[in-house]
T-cell receptor
Framework: DTGVSQNPRHKITKRGQNVTFRCDPI?????LYWYRQTLGQGPEFLTY????????KSRLLSDRFSAERPKGSFSTLEIQRTEQGDSAMYLC????????????FGPGTRLTVT | AQKITQTQPGMFVQEKEAVTLDCTYD???????LFWYKQPSSGEMIFLIY??????QNATEGRYSLNFQKARKSANLVISASQLGDSAMYFC??????????????FGSGTRLLVRP
């Protein structure tokens, strides 16, 4: 069990550019979540996958955001036409099929939009 | 709608003493779960303890215990025998009940704990 991994760990981009983040969950976990955390706040839910199906999206996920989990394993989160307000830590988490208890978080990708 | 409130932005505790971090919640769901996570300065979220709404006993995990008072809708975290490594942000969270039982977590704003030597 290598835990949840996320790449890159840090991303600096200019406003208007597109960025893509990757999350690799714990291998046997079929549930995958994306959260966004801004400075001084708790994480906020963005979207959730069960296997390859995206079952829920937050209203925070504007049409510039898209997430995929094509084979039910790793997931990508893309932000198009980045804005300074997108600067945040993007956290990925996964949980096992029972899903009743804890979600395991990755180390996060810190995005800075200049 | 579910909501988590953490009213202590920051707390100090002397090393080896106990500390209580407050958390209140609001939900209309009859079944829910309450969680505490620790976030050190490195950024990763570390699961500490879980309490189910129907659990009769308060949850304990080593030096962590959860003081669950259902009628008051509170789920305070108690850390006994504080250590310098306990200095971190602590988040209380609730498992929501979204579409298709997504089990998304709803977090409070956190409490920063500093342990003094």
């Amino acid at each position: 069990d290598t835990g949840v991994s996320q790449n890159p760990r840090h991303k600096i981009t200019k406003r208007g550019q597109n960025v893509t983040f990757r999350c690799d969950p714990i291998s046997e976990h079929n549930r995958l979540y994306w959260y966004r955390q801004t400075l001084g706040q708790g994480p906020e839910f963005l979207t959730y996958f069960q296997n390859e199906a995206q079952l829920e999206k937050s209203r925070l996920l504007s049409d510039r955001f898209s997430a995929e989990r094509p084979k039910g394993s790793f997931s990508t989160l893309e932000i198009q036409r980045t804005e300074q307000g997108d600067s945040a830590m993007y956290l990925c988490a996964s949980s096992d099929p029972g899903g009743e208890v804890e979600q395991y978080f990755g180390p996060g990708t810190r995005l800075t939009v200049t | 709608a579910q909501k988590i409130t953490q009213t202590q932005p920051g707390m100090f505790v002397q090393e080896k003493e106990a500390v209580t971090l407050d958390c209140t919640y609001d939900t209309s769901d009859p079944s829910y779960g309450l969680f505490w996570y620790k976030q050190p300065s490195s950024g990763e979220m570390i699961f500490l303890i879980y309490q189910g709404s129907y659990d009769q006993q308060n949850a304990t995990e080593g030096r962590y215990s959860l003081n669950f008072q259902k009628a008051r809708k509170s789920a305070n975290l108690v850390i006994s025998a504080s250590q310098l490594g306990d200095s971190a942000m602590y988040f209380c969270a609730m498992r929501g009940r979204g579409m298709d039982s997504s089990y998304k977590l709803i977090f409070g704003s956190g409490t920063r704990l500093l342990v003094r030597p």
